[in-house]
């Protein structure tokens, strides 16, 4: 099997999980995180080189404002 066909099918994946995810956030539109949370968002935790390389296009692909903002972000929510 070729790289550009797994990347294919794990896009369709994701594709296919970013549309439950949007479906789940219409009915639910805050999660309830404060009540019991575990921190989910704050945690360090590994991902595939295919979710790297994911991150890395869509990063890549926003304009210089987006990135800056989003890297501020994280950076904030880090110190937290």
């Known amino acids: 099997m070729s790289t550009a066909t797994i990347i294919d099918r794990y ?3 994701l594709n296919a999980l970013d549309a439950k995810t949007a479906e789940l956030q219409k ?11 575990f921190n989910c968002c704050e945690q360090l935790f590994p ?15 926003m304009n210089h404002t987006e990135r800056v903002a989003r890297t501020e972000y994280a950076t904030t929510t880090n110190e937290r």
Request: charged share 25%; net charge positive.
């Open 11 to 13: 896009t369709r994946i």
């Open 47 to 61: 991902i595939t080189f295919l979710e790297a390389y994911h991150i890395s296009r869509l990063v890549q692909q």
């Open 27 to 37: 009915k639910l539109p805050e999660i309830p995180c404060k009540n019991k949370c």
